[in-house]
Antibody
Framework: EVQVVESGGGLVQPGGSLRLSCAASGFTFSSYAMNWVRQAPGKGLEWVSGISGSGDTTYYADSVKGRFTISRDNSKNTLYLQMNSLRAEDTAVYYC???????????????????WGKGTTVTVSS | QSVLTQPPSASGTPGQRVTISCSGS????????VYWYQQLPGTAPKILIY???QRPSGVSDRFSGSKSGTSASLAISGLRSEDEADYYCAAWDDSLSAYVFGAGTKVTVL
């Protein structure tokens, strides 16, 4: 079964750091781009970041650029999101999501998420 | 404020047809495929329509998508109670080099 499972969420103070992980199984991890998408309480979806299958290409939403870093370890089938300088507005459920297109290259026009995890909750509060 | 504009809500009675609009610009919908996601209460999103009007296997043919210029639409025909959910349009934006979602439309079955 193709699945992704997030972990690492929790309560952190403003200005603090947290690293999220996403364990993938059931597919050739290195052959697919991966994403983080978040959803603040009662709000809509916000794409946070994407990374190519090889890890050499990354994209970020303006709201997290310079504070968050996406990375992957293809030997461990795991995706990461390092979050620094956290703010209250980063409070959300963070979803890990797999790109549909085989090959691992991020091609904007064909980019969409076909497998989602259940999410991990990040709360930024003092 | 979302780059893609959707109405916050839509509703209909069982059996009716409901349409949700999504308005963008030349840097996203105008030149890129549009995607639609469904998020049932308390669950993760699920892809509903890809490349403007294609349905993944397992998605009911009651759901259909279309695109014209810088706008797109999702139609739900034969509305059912299980269609109550939030629906999001999405596309890649060349100006932002980012994937963008609309703010979402909550569909209520009356």
């Amino acid at each position: 079964e193709v699945q992704v499972v997030e972990s690492g969420g929790g309560l952190v103070q403003p200005g603090g750091s947290l690293r999220l992980s996403c364990a993938a199984s059931g597919f050739t991890f290195s052959s697919y781009a991966m994403n983080w998408v978040r959803q603040a309480p009662g709000k809509g979806l916000e794409w946070v970041s994407g990374i190519s299958g090889s890890g050499d290409t990354t994209y970020y939403a303006d709201s997290v650029k310079g504070r968050f870093t996406i990375s992957r370890d293809n030997s461990k089938n795991t995706l990461y999101l390092q979050m620094n300088s956290l703010r209250a507005e980063d409070t959300a459920v963070y979803y890990c999501a797999k790109d549909h297109t085989f090959g691992g290259v991020i091609v904007g026009d064909y980019y969409y998420m076909d497998v989602w995890g259940k999410g991990t909750t990040v709360t930024v509060s003092s | 404020q979302s780059v893609l504009t959707q109405p916050p809500s839509a509703s209909g009675t069982p059996g009716q047809r409901v349409t949700i609009s999504c308005s963008g610009s030349s840097s996203n919908i105008g030149t890129k495929y549009v995607y639609w996601y469904q998020q049932l209460p308390g669950t993760a999103p699920k892809i509903l329509i890809y490349r403007n009007n294609q349905r993944p296997s397992g998605v009911s043919d009651r759901f259909s998508g279309s695109k014209s210029g810088t706008s797109a639409s999702l139609a739900i025909s034969g509305l059912r109670s299980e269609d109550e959910a939030d629906y999001y349009c999405a596309a890649w934006d060349d100006s932002l080099s980012a994937y963008v979602f609309g703010a979402g439309t909550k569909v209520t079955v009356l």
